[in-house]
């Protein structure tokens, strides 16, 4: 979410895949890179993990899981996936519609229960193993975001969730997240699901509760996690590339979730003259208003593969 946000590329590879070692294991979280391009993120990938590249697989083309997924997006970002979708068309790929089953309940009931009930314990491990003084409680103390401390603060005490809720998460509903989502590729043949990064727009500074999402404020955490946050909690590599520009030429980011271990096959890349296809909103990055340094993008723009992949070169 953070590289969707700011115009660059982000990629989570499948959870335990690269090593954890002296990271702070909050909420499951994994380690991956924030990058300027695919091609980057296939080089510090093969650095970190070493190996080759798997072999482009045969199967129909992205899945797109319109249900939870495409649903109650920001108008204008509708407008403009929609738009991704039809260059998407146009060029070639065949969109597999079909919905990932119960992904949202059952990231709702596994995501958030297993994340709060670990974060305390995990952050005083990781504390004391370093050798600070500090715990929880003081690190909350210091957080400056309003949402996050008023968040963290209500791990603590009477808020704390309950050890049979954690259990029922960690134990019954994350394998039945993860269970929907691997036999979902094996029978649509489909290698990665297509979906909007983020439901809206980066939210302006100072909007750190609520944002308006087509005109109805809206608590700012869960709306933006809504989209990415299914693929962290199934532990299921992820990669976030550039879509579209809004009007006020803030970046939208199309997300690629794969089956869990097939990272490699997410960022295979090859040079425009083996593609031979179109590019996807590929003046994005010339629009009016856009900080290239920002952006960090220049030229590595979006292109399909002949074989229907959506990559970056």
Not at 204 to 219: H, W
Not at 302 to 312: C, F
């Given at each position: 979410?953070?590289?969707?946000?700011?115009?660059?590329?982000?990629?989570?590879?499948?959870?335990?895949?690269?090593?954890?070692?002296?990271i702070a294991p909050i909420a499951r979280d994994c380690a991956g890179p924030i990058v300027r391009s695919v091609?980057?993120?296939?080089?510090?990938?093969?650095?970190?993990?070493?190996?080759?590249?798997?072999?482009?697989?045969?199967?129909?083309?992205?899945?797109?899981?319109?249900?939870?997924?495409?649903?109650?997006?920001?108008?204008?970002?509708?407008?403009?996936?929609?738009?991704?979708?039809?260059?998407?068309?146009d060029a070639g790929v065949v969109l597999i519609e079909a919905d990932v089953p119960d992904a949202m309940r059952?990231?709702?009931?596994?995501?958030?229960?297993?994340?709060?009930?670990?974060?305390?314990?995990?952050?005083?491990?990781?504390?004391?193993?370093?050798?600070?003084?500090?715990?929880?409680?003081?690190?909350?103390?210091?957080?400056?975001?309003?949402?996050?401390?008023?968040?963290?603060?209500?791990?603590?005490?009477?808020?704390?969730?309950?050890?049979?809720?954690?259990?029922?998460?960690?134990?019954?509903?994350?394998?039945?997240?993860?269970?929907?989502?691997?036999?979902?590729?094996?029978?649509?043949?489909?290698?990665?699901?297509?979906?909007?990064?983020?439901?809206?727009?980066?939210?302006?500074?100072?909007?750190?509760?609520?944002?308006?999402?087509?005109?109805?404020?809206?608590?700012?955490?869960?709306?933006?996690?809504?989209?990415?946050?299914?693929?962290?909690?199934?532990?299921?590599?992820?990669?976030?590339?550039?879509?579209?520009?809004?009007?006020?030429?803030?970046?939208?980011?199309?997300?690629?979730?794969?089956?869990a271990g097939r990272d490699c096959r997410g960022g295979r890349t090859r040079t425009a003259q083996d593609a031979?296809?179109?590019?996807?909103?590929?003046?994005?990055?010339?629009?009016?208003?856009?900080?290239?340094?920002?952006?960090?993008?220049?030229?590595?723009?979006?292109?399909?593969?002949?074989?229907?992949?959506?990559?970056?070169?």
């Amino acid at each position: 979410m953070p590289a969707a946000l700011c115009g660059v590329v982000g990629f989570q590879p499948t959870t335990l895949r690269w090593s954890q070692s002296g990271i702070a294991p909050i909420a499951r979280d994994c380690a991956g890179p924030i990058v300027r391009s695919v091609a980057d993120c296939a080089r510090l990938d093969h650095v970190v993990i070493g190996g080759t590249a798997l072999p482009t697989p045969s199967l129909k083309g992205p899945g797109l899981p319109r249900g939870h997924f495409w649903e109650s997006l920001d108008a204008e970002v509708a407008t403009l996936m929609g738009g991704v979708l039809v260059t998407l068309k146009d060029a070639g790929v065949v969109l597999i519609e079909a919905d990932v089953p119960d992904a949202m309940r059952l990231d709702n009931e596994a995501g958030f229960p297993i994340a709060l009930y670990e974060t305390i314990e995990d952050l005083n491990n990781y504390l004391a193993e370093a050798g600070s003084p500090l715990r929880y409680a003081d690190i909350v103390a210091h957080v400056a975001s309003p949402d996050v401390k008023h968040f963290l603060e209500r791990l603590l005490g009477e808020n704390a969730v309950p050890e049979a809720v954690y259990r029922t998460a960690l134990v019954i509903k994350r394998p039945a997240l993860q269970a929907s989502d691997s036999p979902y590729f094996r029978r649509h043949e489909v290698s990665a699901v297509l979906l909007p990064t983020t439901p809206l727009p980066a939210a302006r500074i100072g909007e750190d509760e609520t944002v308006l999402l087509n005109g109805t404020p809206v608590p700012v955490f869960p709306i933006f996690i809504r989209n990415c946050c299914p693929a962290s909690v199934a532990g299921i590599p992820s990669i976030s590339l550039p879509a579209a520009m809004t009007r006020a030429g803030m970046p939208l980011r199309i997300e690629i979730d794969g089956p869990a271990g097939r990272d490699c096959r997410g960022g295979r890349t090859r040079t425009a003259q083996d593609a031979r296809t179109k590019t996807v909103n590929s003046d994005w990055s010339r629009q009016p208003g856009v900080n290239r340094r920002t952006v960090g993008v220049f030229h590595h723009r979006p292109v399909l593969m002949r074989n229907g992949w959506l990559m970056l070169f």
